[in-house]
C-alpha cells in the first residue's frame, strides 16, 4: 500500500477530488480509519478532551501528544500523519518550536506538524519548514487561543475579518505550509480561500467547497456523550452500542451466564486427579 505524501494531497485538490481527514489518537482507531480509506489522520489536541476528559485542547501536554502520536502510527500504514504541536509547544522561541516539531518525527514517526494561527506564528512555521518538516497551518477558530477570539465562536464573519483570513491563508501557504484547516468560517469565506491557494484547504464547519473536510473520531461516530458542534455530521452512535454491550456483560457476570465452559482452560484428566488427591475440595 502506497504511504500518502503532502505531495499526494496537493494532486488530489489538482484533481478536483475531494480529501478526507479524521483524527483518532490511538493504534486500532488509526488502523480502522486506514482501512476505511481514510487520505489523512490527524492527532489532534481535541484529545486533551476526547480522550483525556479536560474543557479545553490548553491542557494537553507535549509528552501526551507524543504518546498518542506514537500510538496513531503504529496503526497507520497508508494515510498521511499529522500531529497537532500542542500550546506550548510552539509559544516560547523558534528554537523550541523546531526542537518539540522535530520531537514528533523522531520520536513519534509522523508525517506533518499541524500549527495553529498566522501573523507571529508564521515565523515560527517557517522555522519548523526550514527545519524540513512539513507544516499543515490552521486558521480561523483555533481552539487554542479561543478566550482570544472570544469563544469557540465561527470566524470570518465580517468582510474585513474575511479579508483577514484571507490575506492569512496567503501568508501561509507562502511561508510553506503544505495545507490549511480551515475551522468555523462562513462557507463563502473558505471557498475564497480555497480558490486563492494552490495547496489544499481542509475544513471543519467551513463549508463543502473546501479541498477536503476533517472531523473528530468521536462526533463522527457518536462517543461524545455531550455537546456536538452544528457542522458535525455522526455516521454511528457507537457510544449507545457500548454501553448496552457493557450492561450485556455486567447482566452476564452477575447471572453467572458467563463465563462458559467456552471460555476456559482444560486440565488433562489426570493432572486433574492429582490435584483433586491433596484436597478433596478441588474436584
Ligand atoms: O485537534 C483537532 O481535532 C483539530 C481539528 C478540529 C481540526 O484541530
Known amino acids: 500500500m502506497m504511504k500518502l505524501t503532502p505531495a499526494d494531497l496537493t494532486a488530489l485538490k489538482q484533481q478536483h477530488q475531494k480529501i478526507t481527514m479524521i483524527t483518532a489518537y490511538d ?35 507535549m ?10 502510527r503504529r496503526g ?9 504541536m500542542p500550546f506550548g509547544s510552539v509559544q516560547v522561541s523558534d528554537a523550541d518550536t523546531v526542537a518539540n516539531a522535530i520531537r514528533f518525527v523522531k520520536d513519534a514517526g509522523v508525517d506533518a506538524v499541524k500549527i495553529e494561527g498566522a501573523g507571529p506564528m508564521v515565523r515560527r512555521i517557517g522555522a519548523v519548514i526550514d527545519a524540513g518538516i512539513p507544516v499543515v497551518g490552521h486558521i480561523g477558530l483555533t481552539p487554542q487561543s479561543a478566550s482570544q477570539l472570544g469563544g469557540y465562536k465561527a470566524q470570518g464573519k465580517t468582510a474585513a475579518a474575511a479579508e483577514r483570513l484571507l490575506d492569512d491563508a496567503g501568508t501561509l501557504e507562502r511561508a510553506g505550509c503544505v495545507a490549511i484547516v480551515l475551522e468555523a468560517m462562513p462557507a463563502p469565506v473558505a471557498a475564497a480561500i480555497t480558490r486563492s491557494l494552490r495547496i489544499p484547504t481542509i475544513g471543519i464547519g467551513a463549508g463543502a467547497e473546501c479541498d477536503g473536510q476533517v472531523l473528530v473520531w468521536h462526533d463522527v461516530l457518536g462517543l461524545t456523550g455531550g455537546h456536538v458542534p452544528k457542522f458535525v455530521k455522526q455516521y ?46 478441588r474436584k
Open 27 to 61: 493504534a486500532p482507531s488509526a488502523r480502522l480509519a486506514d482501512a476505511a480509506g481514510i487520505d489523512a489522520i490527524l492527532v489532534g489536541d481535541s484529545a486533551a478532551m476526547t480522550i483525556f476528559g479536560h474543557e479545553q485542547t490548553t491542557s494537553i501536554t
Open 63 to 72: 509528552e501526551e501528544m507524543l504518546m498518542l502520536a506514537r500510538a496513531a
Open 76 to 84: 497507520t500504514s497508508r494515510a498521511l500523519l499529522v500531529a497537532d
Open 236 to 281: 454511528a452512535e457507537l457510544g449507545t452500542e457500548i454501553v448496552k454491550a457493557i450492561e450485556r456483560y455486567v447482566a452476564d457476570v452477575q447471572s453467572g451466564r458467563f463465563p462458559e465452559a467456552r471460555h476456559t482452560y482444560a486440565m488433562p484428566d489426570e493432572e486433574r486427579e492429582l490435584f483433586a488427591r491433596r484436597d478433596p475440595s
